[in-house]
């Protein structure tokens, strides 16, 4: 990876860019440092429809202006809403940069909110939560969710709920911008045919209005688990075992990491050989690890016949003991292949590499370079990893279902 060049605006704002010999095209990013976690029960789902609502237009030009405007130079615009984070981000030509950033700051800093667009697009969200809500192949790692931190914002979906929905006025987007968006919550990224120069310079032209107190901090969560179930006509039930997982800055975030590919990273992995191949009681089924600012989240997934249900949520958890008590060499050397090589084909491009240095940037409060994320990939050993297992198996067990006969009770 080439040399990242970083910048701080006097309003705490971070440029970061990286220079790719060989392309023609660039990616931009506004990322900050605030998502769903971020929110207030009563307005769950806010940090998902202002993503949305920047994209109604400005007090430049509306939704179609905005569409044009990067579709005129063969470019594309798009955004993101996580539980911790938010990225606006475009693709366009090198020499189009420019007009890619401005946009961005255009939306970010001089939102229309108007009546009338945020009515429309209540309909499109509303749509796309019901979507959801359909979806039980979806709606379990909802489910999930809320039973491993019940009561809590990290238990809350993404993207709402009706109800909430229902609630958010232009009054609550612009509160919403104006406690969140703030310089020292936010990177400016770019990579491909750029100059650090360049970036900066239309940064501090920009963005540099922003305020530069921080953002409020979220509350932290704590993970306690316990079980959610929802009954509905079906040909298969959707099983999500969660257990606790650990921070995105725990030590043994990679060890973590590198269990639960283990366990169920790909066809080769233990719970696919025993759940689907051995005994046919799965046709997907899976395990992973998400961490987040403070705490983590393993999943166990598997998708069954309803009267396999109980049986292989069982045999799913005792292939998980099992693994961190003997997981082999050979495993571990497969998952460590597994995690370098994902990370670093999803480098490859520039929006890969401009979504990478924005997310490690505000994450640890530097760009993290993929050569030293796979130094400590293989820094764990076998004991690392197995330990990092029964620790995640030795705490409280969530699990949610969605079937004609959701499980009601952990196995």
């Known amino acids: 990876m080439s040399q990242v060049e970083t910048s701080r605006l006097a309003n705490g704002l971070t440029v970061a860019t990286i220079a790719m010999a060989g392309l023609r095209t660039a990616a931009v990013g506004l990322c900050a440092s605030v998502g769903a976690r971020h929110e207030e029960a009563a307005e769950n789902g806010i940090a998902h429809l202002f993503e949305h609502m920047l994209f109604k237009g400005t007090e430049v030009r509306d939704a179609r202006g905005l569409a044009e405007a990067i579709e005129d130079v063969g470019g594309a615009l798009n955004a993101w809403t996580s539980r911790d984070m938010t990225l606006f981000h475009a693709r366009v030509m090198g020499a189009d940069l420019p007009l890619a950033v401005s946009l961005l700051a255009e939306m970010v800093t001089r939102p229309r909110f108007a009546e009338a667009d945020l009515a429309l697009e209540k309909q499109v969200v509303d749509a796309e939560i019901r979507e959801a809500l359909d979806a039980a192949e979806d709606r379990v790692f909802d489910l999930l969710q809320e039973a491993a931190f019940p009561d809590q914002p990290l238990g809350r979906p993404i993207l709402g709920t009706p109800a909430t929905l229902a609630t958010l006025s232009t009054t609550d987007l612009q509160w919403w911008r104006d406690r969140t968006y703030r310089g020292p919550g936010l990177a400016l990224v770019a990579a491909g045919a750029v100059t650090h120069a360049d970036v900066k310079a239309a940064a501090e032209a920009l963005l540099c209005g922003l305020p530069a107190d921080p953002p409020a901090p979220f509350a932290s969560g704590a993970f306690a688990g316990g079980v959610r179930s929802e009954r509905r006509r079906a040909d298969v039930t959707q099983i999500a075992i969660g257990l606790p997982g650990v921070s995105v800055h725990a030590a043994n975030h990679y060890a973590a990491e590198l269990f639960t590919t283990a366990l169920g990273g790909g066809a080769s992995s233990r719970l696919f050989q025993e759940l689907r191949e051995a005994r046919g009681l799965a046709y997907s089924v899976s395990a992973s ?38 997981l082999t060499p050979a495993e571990l050397a497969r998952a460590r292949t597994q995690l370098k090589a994902g990370l670093l084909m999803g480098l490859e491009g520039c929006t890969g590499q401009a979504s990478w240095i924005g997310q490690t940037l505000l994450t640890h409060g530097r760009p993290i370079a993929p050569e030293e994320v796979e130094a400590v990939i293989d820094s764990v050993s076998l004991e690392d990893a197995r330990a990092a297992g029964a620790a995640m198996l030795a705490g409280p067990v969530a699990m949610a279902s969605i079937g004609p006969r959701p499980l009601k009770r952990l196995p």
């Open 289 to 326: 690890h998400t961490p987040f600012a403070d705490v983590g989240l393993a999943t166990l997934h598997l998708a069954t016949r309803p009267e396999d249900a109980e049986r292989a949520a069982a045999l799913a958890l005792e292939v998980a003991w099992k693994a961190a008590r003997d």
